[in-house]
């Protein structure tokens, strides 16, 4: 790939060879040189492949599956409940509907329905049922693959509202957040998988070496055949369909196990994904979903005919799936969140960096896994930026997102999808407060609003001993750690003082400092003077380091992590083929074989002209 500064550049250069040469050079030469060069950069700018696919896009218009799904009160109204909010705790398990799992309005706790808490037998069906329909899909072209997610895609940005609502009323935060988080990711997703896709799954050719110049050799990505994925809960339609795009793209099944705390949702997005396959003529069995507790993850982990796991969600559970996994040496992706830091330098301008800090800290009210859990702040900055943010935390409105149960759904903050989150919130405020840490506003759960909300908080003065500078939080949580003396090096140290590695972020007036800064933090992905954008350009691999997890999705390496790497090898001539000299074939013939081998060695790895130059004697007289 060339840009626009190669471009120019090698125009440049054609411009004052032909001035040079174009009174000796026939202008027909000159003028099918030019066409030549156009050609070739045409090519290599990929117009050619944007061109292609905009023609197949024009040619090929897909269906629109709106009339094929119909939408619930709760899916097309605001106020479309009609149960009244509920009041104290909430329950998953209805002892009067067994094998039903509940399911509620985090913001409201109104209760949303019920969907089946699937039992392994259950699990198992649905995973032979994809890997049947695996096995046509598999001889898909992918053009055909395209079109099913271009599908999905058409009904999004048809229904955007309606799946921002759906997103909201299952996890409890604001349509914006939606937008964002849940929305926007997925369409890029789509975009991107559609555009690189069949170019990042094509053989990988590979230099083979003089020995084996003969030979062609390159790697195949085939698919594994059925995924499974086990799904968190903090963005329900992003996490569900991640995985299906560039599952289904590579040729697999997708089995999603969502989590029980967001299953509400998965019944309507696993409506879109099923519906764009049956319309275009594919089997609509290719992508399951899974409904209930860890009995049906830990079905999915151990069925047959799951080829491989991809886990999101916290270490110890992460560590329970491995452990599943390994009993049937089945692969696992395994991305177990983050304590992500955001460090402002000394010379950062606080007026640009404080939106960053709040949209890092506060977008789903925290609930990110590569959201910003800790803020590091140069210490001659550190009160000019407390000064400045914290007018903003109080002012941040919370409440229910959605215009039901009386409220407008005008909010910037909603609720925690898991009522046993705010307890662990608490715990870690509390602990940083009773160490030292300085409570500017929050620190409690909302005593307004019945259903599940934790205020906003600022903290400041967070040190390495206390827990919420080690675990993660997940919560909206902003805590401030001071960066003595403004220095660099010390940051670096107190930065990586923690077990976890997803993303990092750092803020500079240079640039090259923030690179310096940032190259040094351990950690699965860096930014520096933005937050978040990473995740927006997909064609970068998303994951992290040690408790962070490992392996990765997006990006090519995302996507062939879908695949088996099959290693090939054939003849690149017709006819000239391998054969085994005499004197290693069997029987091997004693006084030739061993001289033999020794004198090939000499030829092709002795680096010096002497040394081959017997090698080649070698062979002649042991050959």
Known sequence: ???????????????????????????????????????????????????????????????????????????????????????????????????????????????????????????????????QAQKSWSQTTYKERRVVLRTIQKYIVNHIEEICRVCTRDSGKPKVDALLGEVMTTCEKIRCI??????????????????????????????????GVIAPWNYPFHNMLNHVISGIFSGNAVVSKVSEHTS????????????????????????????????????????????????????????????????????????????????????????????????????NSGQNCCGVERLFVYESIQQEFIDAVLPRVKSLRQGIPLATCGADGDVDCGAMVM??????????????VKKGATLHCGGKRNPDLPGQFYEPTLLSGITSDMRIAQEEVFGPIM???????????????????????????????????????????????FTVNDFGVNYLIQSLPFGGVRESGFGRFAGPEGLRACCLERSIVEDRIPGVRTTIPSPIDFPIKKEQGLPFGMALIQLFYNESIFGKIKGIFGLIKHG
């Open 479 to 525: 805590a401030v750690a001071t960066v003595p003396g403004d220095d660099d090096e010390e940051c670096i140290r107190l930065v990586n003082n923690c077990s976890f590695g997803l993303g990092s972020s750092v803020y500079s007036a240079s640039q090259s400092r923030g690179m310096k800064i940032g190259k040094q933090i351990r950690s699965g992905m």
């Open 1 to 131: 790939r060339y840009g626009m500064g190669d471009v120019l550049r090698a125009v440049a250069i054609i411009e004052s060879a032909a001035l040079r040469i174009e009174d000796r050079v026939p202008h027909t030469i000159l003028a099918a040189l030019a066409v030549a060069f156009v050609i070739r950069l045409v090519v290599n700018l990929s117009i050619w492949h944007s061109l292609s696919l905009l023609l197949e896009y024009i040619t090929h218009p897909v269906p629109d599956i709106s009339e094929n799904i119909g939408l619930e009160p709760a899916e097309a109204d605001d106020d479309g409940i009609e149960s009244k909010p509920g009041t104290g705790s909430i329950s998953l398990v209805d002892k009067k509907k067994p094998g039903r799992l509940q399911c509620f309005d985090p913001s409201t706790l109104q209760l949303l329905g019920d969907v089946p808490a699937m039992t392994a037998a259950e699990v198992n069906e649905l995973c032979s049922k994809a890997k």
């Open 419 to 432: 009522e046993g989150q705010i307890g662990i919130i608490q715990e870690l405020v509390d602990d940083a």
């Open 264 to 363: 509400w949702s998965s019944t309507y997005f696993g409506k879109i994904c099923r519906m764009a396959l049956e319309v275009n003529g594919h089997d609509p069995d290719l992508v399951q979903t899974v409904t209930g507790f860890g009995e049906a993850g830990a079905a999915l982990v151990s069925c047959d005919d799951v080829d491989k796991i991809i886990f999101t969600g916290s270490p110890g559970v992460g560590r329970k799936v491995m452990e599943g996994a390994s009993k049937y040496l089945k692969p696992v992706i395994l991305e177990l969140g983050g304590k992500d830091p955001m460090v402002f330098c000394d010379d950062a301008k606080i007026k640009d960096v404080v939106p960053w800090a709040m949209r890092g800290c506060f977008q």
């Open 194 to 227: 559609n555009f690189n896709g069949e170019e990042w799954l094509q053989p990988s050719y590979r230099p083979v070496g003089p020995m084996m110049a003969h030979k062609r050799a390159y790697v195949e990505y085939v698919p594994f055949g059925v995924l």
